[in-house]
């Protein structure tokens, strides 16, 4: 069985992640939050690449920008990985991305997992003046993309004239320090995007997938690897997964409480959360990860639910879930 690595994302904004309204102490309570992973041994930390929070909160809210937060982190940090589940292609030109990549893993010392995907919320495409495409479009445009990235990221000067995007004698210094190139995480559940994952991808994501839609994606991932002559084992599959884990069951309610709606039951929001997220005990979560190691899933990526009202969860996934995963 290959080793178990488990990411997470960091508080950022995008779901109820902070203890604080202060944007200063809120900056603050992610990096302490990334400091603490790294020392409890986690992988890498993750951000979304969104513009306002998700659309079950209130969007008046923090949103720390996905690359900003990463660079902050990425100096703070010696090893834990960085990453993004993942980059919107549609909000920089690919040369862009390119650079800020390239930079971002001189900074790091070659700790940058890039991920990429075809990006989906219309709201902030909108009200921040991106041209939201249709699902084709925004797919053909990540193909290209990641095409020029690459050749960015390894190459004196690049050129390309694609159907969207062309760039002519372009150059990307610093070259990324990982080679040939840092991984490349395709991250999205549409069946066109399968293609480009086949394509360009080392690591596949799909985000809050039961195990059941992963095993069908898997294996459509293998279909479009074969129709390219791509050896599909050459793909990391990984799974972007919500977990709330407590002590005992008391624990598992405490927290419960202070997460579900007003007049909301706390039986009521396990019920409702069962097919969501990896919610009990250690032993519980444990149990409901195993059923993705059963498909070939061996990376994860956790958003804790309730990190803001318990930390521990941090400690007591890394001592109580993740070695029995092993």
């Not at 041209?131 to 990641?146: A, G, N, W, Y």
Request: charged fraction near 25%.
């Amino acid at each position: 069985m290959e080793s178990v690595q488990v990411g997470l994302t960091l508080p950022q904004g995008w779901l109820d992640e902070f203890p604080t309204d202060n944007p200063h102490e809120q900056f603050l309570f992610s990096k302490n939050v990334a400091l603490t992973a790294e020392k409890l041994g986690f992988d890498a930390g993750y951000v979304y690449d969104h513009f306002v929070s998700h659309p079950s909160n209130n969007r008046a809210e923090t949103l720390f920008e996905a690359y900003m937060l990463l660079s902050a982190v990425s100096a703070v940090t010696s090893k834990l990985r960085i990453g993004q589940v993942v980059t919107s292609n549609s909000f920089r030109h690919p040369s862009l991305l390119a650079k800020m990549t390239s930079t971002l893993d001189a900074i790091s010392n070659g700790r940058l997992e890039f991920g990429i995907g075809a990006g989906w919320f219309g709201y902030e495409y909108n009200s921040y003046g991106y041209k939201f495409d249709d699902l084709k479009t925004r797919v053909e445009q990540l193909d290209e993309s990641i095409t020029i990235i690459k050749k960015m990221w390894q190459n004196q000067k690049s050129s390309f004239k694609g159907k969207h995007y062309s760039i002519k004698n372009a150059i990307c210094n610093p070259k990324p320090i990982q080679r040939p190139h840092p991984p490349i995480m395709v991250g999205g559940a549409g069946k066109k995007l399968m293609k480009v994952a086949a394509k360009h991808a080392t690591r596949y994501n799909h985000p809050f997938g039961t195990p059941e839609i992963l095993e069908e994606k898997i294996k459509l991932l293998k279909e479009n690897c074969k129709l390219i002559k791509r050896d599909h084992k050459k793909i990391e599959n990984s799974v972007l997964l919500r977990v709330l884990v407590g002590k005992d069951s008391d624990d598992v309610k405490d927290i419960v409480s202070k997460l579900k709606k007003k007049n909301e039951s706390i039986a009521d929001f396990i019920i409702r959360s069962k097919d969501s997220i990896a919610l009990g005990t250690p032993d519980e979560v444990t149990n409901y990860l195993r059923q993705y190691q059963r498909i070939g899933i061996n990376y994860f990526i956790v958003n804790f639910i309730g990190l803001s009202k318990s930390l521990e969860m941090l400690s007591l996934f890394s001592l109580k879930v993740r070695p029995n995963l092993k």
